[in-house]
């Protein structure tokens, strides 16, 4: 069964520092990894998708993330943080049998100034 | 503007008070699925529908129906809530060839 794993429930930093949230994920199939961005009372955003390819995926806002199939992982970067990127960020994987999206536990991004 | 709209955005019941919170999409979405968000958790499927007239459990369906009569709408509906059904639900559609759910902006229920 294909699982998602963020290794961090809260991440906090200071404004224009970089930041890293991690993402492990188990499937034993091929994968389709998302980053979703929640700001504080709002819906669910994508921030970036990998489907195949480059393994460096490029998304909103400055974000980047990379896939590494060797150690099962989607970590989420951006180089330098701004107070505005203060929200809840999941990780999830696509399941293919069904189409429905499995999340991880969130990480709480808190930048501080 | 292509979007998912839920309604109500809150709402604070008491637990056996029959509910149902609406879910619309104007995309021509195929796949709907509902989505409970609790905290240290994540997002949980509670069901999803393929198309109208088709839907299916996802991984906490307890105490939740749904119906998929027309392809934008996809109600969830609490039959007789309880306290446990407390939470944020999420609404979202995509494509059934698709990569991207599009998510609602959320209901935050609370039943007493």
């Known amino acids: 069964a294909q699982s998602v794993t963020q290794l961090d429930s809260q991440v906090p930093v200071f404004e224009e520092a970089p930041v890293e949230l991690r993402c492990n994920y188990s499937?034993?199939?091929?994968?389709?990894l998302f980053w979703y961005v929640q700001y504080p009372n709002q819906g669910l955003q994508l921030l970036l998708k990998?489907?195949?390819?480059?393994?460096l995926v490029k998304g909103i806002n400055g974000f980047e993330a990379e896939f590494n199939k060797s150690q099962t992982s989607f970590h989420l970067r951006k180089p330098s943080v701004h107070i505005s990127d203060t929200a809840e960020y999941f990780c999830?994987?696509?399941?293919?049998?069904?189409?429905?999206?499995?999340f991880g536990q969130g990480t709480t991004l808190q930048v501080k100034p | 503007e292509a979007q998912v709209t839920q309604n109500p955005r809150y709402l604070i019941t008491v637990t056996g008070k029959k509910l149902t919170v609406t879910c619309s999409q104007n995309?021509?979405?195929?796949?709907m699925s509902w989505y409970r968000q609790d905290p240290g958790l994540g997002l949980r499927q509670i069901y999803y529908?393929?198309?109208?007239?088709?839907?299916d459990k996802g991984d906490v369906p307890e105490g939740y129906k749904v119906s998929r009569k027309e392809k934008r709408n996809f109600p969830l509906i609490l039959e007789s809530p309880s306290p446990n059904q407390t939470s944020l639900y999420f609404c979202?559609?995509?494509?059934?060839?698709?990569?991207?759910?599009?998510f609602g902006p959320g209901t935050r229920l609370t039943v007493l």
């Open positions: 999830a994987v696509l399941s293919g049998n069904t189409g429905k999206l499995i």
């Open positions: 529908s393929m198309n109208v007239e088709v839907t």
């Open positions: 979202a559609s995509r494509t059934v060839s698709g990569d991207t759910q599009y």
């Open positions: 995309m021509n979405h195929e796949y």
């Open positions: 499937s034993s199939v091929s994968v389709y």
């Open positions: 990998y489907l195949s390819g480059s393994t």
